[in-house]
C-alpha cells in the first residue's frame, strides 16, 4: 500500500504525514514506513541541498534532480517496503514534480510522463491533496522563518501550483482525494482517517 500525500508549501503536510502514519502504526495490522521527497534516502541530503539553495541555472537542472532523487527513493525504499505487504506514507511523490515543474515553472509534461513511465515507478494507491489557499499558506511558511528556493516564489506561483495539483486530481480522481488543509491539524486528521476508514485501507 502506498500513500502520498501533497499540498503546496505549508499545508501541514509533515505533521499530518507523522500523524497518519503513527495512526497506522497502531492499527498493528502492518508495518508502516514514512518518507518523504526529496532526500528520502541515503545520500539524498547532498541533493536536497542542491535544489533548495536556489542556485540551479539551466531551467532543466531541477527537473532532472527531483527525477533522480524519485529513482533512488523508488527503489531503495518504497518499492522493497511496498513488496514487503508495508504500508509506505510518502509526504510529495511525482505530483510534486508536475505541480511544480510543469505547472510552476512552466516545462512540458511529456518528458515528466515519459520518464515516470520508462523508470517504472509505482502509481501511488492514494494520494492526500492537502489544499487551502495560496495567501494562508504563504502566510503560515513565513510564520515559521526562512524560506527556501519555491517558497520565495510568491503566492502567483504557489496559485499556478494549486491548479496543477487539482487539475492532477481531475486526471485521476478514483486514486486522489482532496482534504482542506484551512481547519485545525486535529479536523484535518479527522478528515483524512475517515477518508483511510472509506477506502479500505484499515
Ligand atoms: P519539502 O521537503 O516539502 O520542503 P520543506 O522541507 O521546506 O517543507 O520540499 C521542498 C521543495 O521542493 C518544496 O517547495 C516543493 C519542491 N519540490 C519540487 O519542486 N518538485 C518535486 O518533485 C518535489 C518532490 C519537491
Same mark, same amino acid.
Given at each position: 500500500m502506498f500513500i502520498a500525500i501533497e499540498g503546496i508549501d505549508g499545508t501541514g503536510k509533515s505533521t499530518q504525514a507523522a500523524r497518519l502514519a503513527a495512526y497506522l502504526r497502531a492499527d498493528g495490522s502492518r508495518e508502516v514506513v514514512l518518507t518523504k521527497e526529496p532526500? #528520502?534516502?541515503?545520500?539524498g541530503t547532498v541533493l536536497r541541498e542542491l535544489v533548495l #539553495? #536556489?542556485? /540551479? %541555472?539551466?531551467? &532543466?537542472s531541477e527537473g532532472y534532480l527531483f527525477m533522480l532523487d524519485r529513482a533512488e527513493h523508488v527503489s531503495r525504499i518504497i518499492e522493497p517496503a511496498v513488496r514487503e505487504g508495508k504500508i509506505v506514507v510518502c509526504e510529495r511523490y511525482h505530483a510534486s514534480t508536475l505541480a511544480?515543474? %510543469? &505547472? #510552476?515553472?512552466? /516545462?512540458?509534461i511529456e518528458p515528466f510522463d515519459s520518464l515516470f513511465k520508462f523508470s517504472d515507478f509505482p502509481v501511488p494507491d492514494l494520494t492526500i491533496l492537502l489544499d487551502m489557499e495560496p495567501e494562508a499558506a504563504l502566510a503560515r511558511v513565513r510564520s515559521r522563518g526562512e524560506e527556501d528556493a519555491f517558497e520565495s516564489e510568491g503566492s502567483a506561483f504557489m496559485t499556478r501550483i494549486r491548479t496543477g495539483y487539482l487539475e492532477q486530481m481531475k486526471r485521476a480522481a478514483a486514486f486522489w482525494t482532496c482534504i482542506s488543509a484551512e481547519a485545525s491539524p486535529d479536523v484535518v486528521f479527522e478528515n483524512i482517517v475517515s477518508e483511510i476508514k472509506n477506502r479500505g485501507i484499515i
Open positions: 532526500g #528520502g534516502w541515503d545520500g #539553495g #536556489g542556485k /540551479l %541555472v539551466h531551467p &532543466w511544480y515543474q %510543469v &505547472w #510552476g515553472r512552466g /516545462l512540458p
